[in-house]
């Protein structure tokens, strides 16, 4: 098995119902879960110097790592998740 960091974007307002569905499929990888966090923001650092990141929809707003056997199966496994299909957006990277 390999670990996979999945980036989540865009989840800034989950109504109780949203929430609900998230416990549930965070329950439902209990399993193959490594690690995961949620972010409020943040600090961009490069030559030029640091500035604030705002908490936007278009944010990293969280992170997950599974693990699974391949990418195919981290994308079936993510695609499960029910902020998928209402605010969030997903990135998936190999560990």
């Known amino acids: 098995m390999k670990n996979f960091l999945i980036l989540?974007?865009?989840f800034e307002n989950p109504t109780p119902?949203?929430?609900a569905a998230w416990?549930?499929?965070f329950k439902s990888i209990e399993a193959i879960q490594v690690d995961r966090g949620g972010l409020r923001g943040g600090l961009e650092i490069s030559k030029s110097g640091t500035?604030?990141?705002?908490?936007t929809k278009d944010s990293?707003?969280?992170y997950t790592v599974?693990?699974?056997r391949d990418l195919d199966e981290?994308?079936?496994i993510t695609a499960k998740c029910p902020i998928v299909d209402s605010t969030?957006?997903?990135e998936i990277h190999r560990g």
């Open 8 to 10: 989540h974007y865009g």
């Open 17 to 19: 119902k949203d929430m």
């Open 23 to 25: 416990n549930q499929w």
């Open 51 to 55: 500035t604030d990141l705002p908490f």
């Open 60 to 62: 990293i707003t969280g």
């Open 66 to 68: 599974i693990e699974a």
């Open 74 to 76: 981290a994308e079936k």
């Open 88 to 90: 969030g957006v997903y």
